[in-house]
């Protein structure tokens, strides 16, 4: 019996952390690489504030749509009831209804059931191309990473310096020409870009988004090892710049603009809610613990980085690492699987919406009469 209890327990908790992980990764990728740059953009002080501002009030509005999402579904069931005479509001069926759109009630349900037909159009077109574009960006942040970081550079003659030189040299000129040019031995960039392409489409495979937690787990632990490296990276002779500044609003907005990105999370705030199970209760106190975490990790990175490089900060702190060195190599490692294992739950919304668009007869709150 103990050992029941025991295995029990362990299955829960372990189920907990899983749940934990996609709540987390929802909102956690390379975003935090480009926060001393947008520190750069608004001053230290200022910029901390924008932060914990920007923190608070995602977190108030992610809870605000789950709000939403158990009004609706209130007001279903209340209709249900009404339209079908039931008195017996405890019955299976209502229960078993109330399961139902608990699992699979959509943005696009919860929209239209709000503000009508129009309601459901703007939401799905605005969540479709909100998901579509971060995975385009991780495609091509992907290819980038691998074409700069991860192959390295030779020196390659190159023909038409050397006839510049030539012919400069005939006219007793004086010239600053290099006989060779820097190039890549990485493949074209186009074919770096679609080479997790497989990868993907296997991802796209899993229709569950509980399914998804051991994926969700190993990115997030591939991001935190990217994230210690970057911090060990910056902590290492560490001194303060002396073009560093507390407030700078004429550039704010490019701060918030940059921040409120890094929060991208929010689209996938009601699959994952709806996939939780027993575990939906403990979602809002897991959604305080994820955007806590990652307001230390975006604040750590954006406050070290922009004290230690001040103006010389770059878009994507891991730049202003040494390169082709033990650490620069981790990072980029790290973080390639790390975006490359966010894909999944990225992608997810937008399966959602073409297969309710495509394959099925109707949204869920055309379908609850059928129960």
């Given at each position: 019996?103990?050992g029941k209890i025991a295995k029990?327990?362990?299955?829960?908790?372990?189920?907990?952390?899983?749940?934990?992980?996609?709540?987390?990764?929802?909102?956690?990728?390379?975003?935090?690489?480009?926060?001393?740059?947008?520190?750069?953009?608004?001053?230290?002080?200022?910029?901390?504030?924008?932060?914990?501002?920007?923190?608070?009030?995602?977190?108030?509005?992610?809870?605000?749509?789950?709000?939403?999402?158990?009004?609706?579904?209130?007001?279903?069931?209340?209709?249900?009831?009404?339209?079908?005479?039931?008195?017996?509001?405890?019955?299976?069926?209502?229960?078993?209804?109330?399961?139902?759109?608990?699992?699979?009630?959509?943005?696009?349900?919860?929209?239209?059931k709000s503000l009508g037909i129009?309601?459901?159009?703007?939401?799905?077109?605005?969540?479709?191309?909100?998901?579509?574009?971060?995975?385009?960006?991780?495609?091509?942040?992907?290819?980038?990473?691998?074409?700069?970081?991860?192959?390295?550079?030779?020196?390659?003659?190159?023909?038409?310096?050397?006839?510049?030189?030539?012919?400069?040299?005939?006219?007793?000129?004086?010239?600053?020409?290099?006989?060779?040019?820097?190039?890549?031995?990485?493949?074209?960039?186009?074919?770096?870009?679609?080479?997790?392409?497989?990868?993907?489409?296997?991802?796209?495979?899993?229709?569950?988004?509980?399914?998804?937690?051991?994926?969700?787990?190993?990115?997030?632990?591939?991001?935190?090892?990217?994230?210690?490296?970057?911090?060990?990276?910056?902590?290492?002779?560490?001194?303060?710049?002396?073009?560093?500044?507390?407030?700078?609003?004429?550039?704010?907005?490019?701060?918030?603009?940059?921040?409120?990105?890094?929060?991208?999370?929010?689209?996938?705030?009601?699959?994952?809610?709806?996939?939780?199970?027993?575990?939906?209760?403990?979602?809002?106190?897991?959604?305080?613990?994820?955007?806590?975490?990652?307001?230390?990790?975006?604040?750590?990175?954006?406050?070290?980085?922009?004290?230690?490089?001040?103006?010389?900060?770059?878009?994507?702190?891991?730049?202003?690492?040494?390169?082709?060195?033990?650490?620069?190599?981790?990072?980029?490692?790290?973080?390639?699987?790390?975006?490359?294992?966010?894909?999944?739950?990225?992608?997810?919304?937008?399966?959602?919406?073409?297969?309710?668009?495509?394959?099925?007869?109707?949204?869920?709150?055309?379908?609850?009469?059928?129960?």
């Amino acid at each position: 019996m103990a050992g029941k209890i025991a295995k029990r327990m362990n299955n829960r908790l372990v189920q907990a952390s899983v749940d934990f992980a996609n709540v987390f990764k929802a909102f956690n990728g390379t975003n935090y690489l480009a926060l001393a740059f947008a520190f750069l953009q608004s001053g230290l002080i200022l910029g901390l504030i924008g932060l914990l501002v920007i923190t608070i009030v995602t977190d108030h509005c992610c809870q605000l749509i789950v709000k939403c999402k158990y009004l609706v579904v209130d007001q279903i069931i209340n209709e249900f009831v009404s339209k079908q005479g039931i008195h017996d509001v405890a019955s299976p069926k209502i229960g078993k209804l109330r399961e139902r759109l608990e699992r699979h009630l959509t943005y696009g349900d919860i929209a239209r059931k709000s503000l009508g037909i129009w309601g459901l159009y703007v939401v799905n077109f605005a969540l479709f191309f909100t998901q579509f574009f971060f995975c385009i960006a991780y495609m091509i942040f992907l290819g980038n990473t691998l074409q700069t970081n991860l192959f390295p550079f030779v020196n390659q003659t190159s023909e038409t310096s050397l006839n510049e030189l030539q012919s400069q040299k005939k006219n007793n000129t004086i010239v600053d020409v290099q006989p060779y040019a820097r190039v890549t031995t990485a493949p074209a960039f186009p074919i770096l870009v679609l080479f997790p392409l497989p990868l993907f489409l296997l991802f796209v495979l899993l229709r569950n988004v509980r399914s998804m937690g051991p994926i969700s787990v190993v990115a997030n632990i591939s991001i935190f090892l990217g994230y210690g490296v970057v911090l060990t990276s910056l902590i290492k002779g560490f001194a303060v710049d002396d073009s560093v500044e507390y407030f700078k609003f004429a550039t704010f907005p490019v701060f918030f603009g940059a921040v409120s990105c890094m929060y991208e999370g929010i689209g996938t705030i009601i699959p994952i809610e709806s996939s939780m199970a027993e575990n939906r209760p403990k979602y809002p106190s897991f959604l305080h613990g994820s955007l806590m975490l990652l307001f230390v990790m975006l604040g750590s990175l954006g406050v070290l980085g922009y004290l230690k490089y001040g103006d010389d900060v770059e878009q994507i702190l891991i730049q202003n690492l040494p390169a082709n060195t033990v650490f620069s190599y981790i990072a980029n490692v790290t973080i390639c699987i790390g975006v490359a294992f966010t894909y999944p739950l990225t992608v997810y919304p937008i399966i959602e919406i073409l297969e309710n668009i495509l394959f099925t007869e109707g949204m869920v709150i055309e379908r609850y009469s059928s129960c």
